[in-house]
């Protein structure tokens, strides 16, 4: 079980609804991680948002570098472990496989290489002549290249800084325990 912290701003029309999701246990490091984020503490217990901390929101510029098939080695070596961690892990891992068969396959096998569509698309094209309609142009979407970003992204989710653990946003890990899931079927 991890920490959530919730924002404790009310008013007469209602509260807050900002959470920040952990993967620890210990209140003190997920406060920790939270203050890096622009979260308050209060001694009184209670936590608020970076909008309703009362301090300046943090304006950095994030660059995410397109052509890796994964993060940097820093990054993988201060992930947490355990938990929610694992299952982001082994779900950028999967689509990180997968990413790699399909290119080889591409690559490999004329039926996927259409002389008529530039080689960027043919993933695209070939789900979408074998899938017809919004489903297949939407299978088609997440080509190798989509897919290995898409695992850059949820390694990016677990990694930490200084030994704090990162917070792993709720979406992140729904996807990831969503592609775990489709492991076992």
Not at 10 to 36: H, K, N, P, Y
Not at 120 to 134: H, L, Q
């Amino acid at each position: 079980m991890s920490i959530t912290l919730h924002c404790n701003r009310d008013w007469a029309a209602g509260t807050c609804a900002t959470s920040l999701i952990t993967d620890t246990t210990d209140r003190e490091q997920a406060r920790a991680f939270a203050e890096r984020q622009g979260w308050r503490s209060d001694p009184d217990g209670k936590d608020y948002c970076p909008g309703h901390s009362g301090r300046p929101l943090f304006q950095g510029v994030t660059v995410v570098p397109i052509n890796r098939s994964g993060p940097p080695p820093a990054a993988r070596a201060v992930s947490p472990s355990g938990g929610a961690a694992d299952t982001v892990r082994a779900a950028s891992a999967h689509l990180r496989h997968l990413a790699d068969a399909t290119t080889a396959e591409l690559h490999s096998e004329l039926a996927w290489q259409a002389a008529y569509v530039p080689r960027a698309r043919w993933f695209m094209e070939g789900v979408s002549n074998a899938i017809p309609g919004p489903p297949g142009q939407l299978a088609g979407l997440l080509a190798p290249e989509s897919a290995r970003l898409a695992a850059h992204l949820l390694d990016r989710t677990v990694t930490a800084a200084d030994g704090i653990v990162a917070p792993i946003p709720a979406e992140a890990f729904l996807l990831a325990n969503n592609i775990v899931r489709s492991l076992s079927r």
